[in-house]
């Protein structure tokens, strides 16, 4: 439970909001984004990359494998892996995504990626 994510989509216009964000990917992001949406958040340049594939995925309906560098508060940087899996509702839309994050055995503290943060304005 602690690397996954729990997210809902909303189809138009397209968001992605997080239902739930396991305390391991609320470690290594410095923050526990429950409840907010991808848009609201900047990721140092990859929330549009991650918005990416959400659609990517939601668009196949199929799970989408992949992995990511992000920078770290340390100022270096570290990879992780990530899987994508679309839910539907009942009907053929997807609707809600489990994610899974690896970190690899990766100490928190060490790799900590750099905070999201709110949007302004």
Known sequence: MPNLVVVE????PFRVRYRLVGTRV???????????YLDELI?????SEWQNQYQASCASR???????????TS???????????????GDSEVRQFIAVEDYFGTS???AQVLPLEPRAG
């Open 9 to 12: 989509i909303e189809p138009d």
């Open 26 to 36: 609320a470690q290594f992001t410095g923050f526990d984004f429950t409840g907010r």
């Open 43 to 47: 990721a140092l340049g990859s929330t």
């Open 62 to 72: 199929r799970p989408l494998f992949g992995s990511t560098t992000e920078p770290t």
């Open 75 to 89: 100022g270096g940087t570290f990879t992780f892996e990530f899987g994508l899996f679309p839910l539907t509702k």
């Open 108 to 110: 928190a503290t060490s």
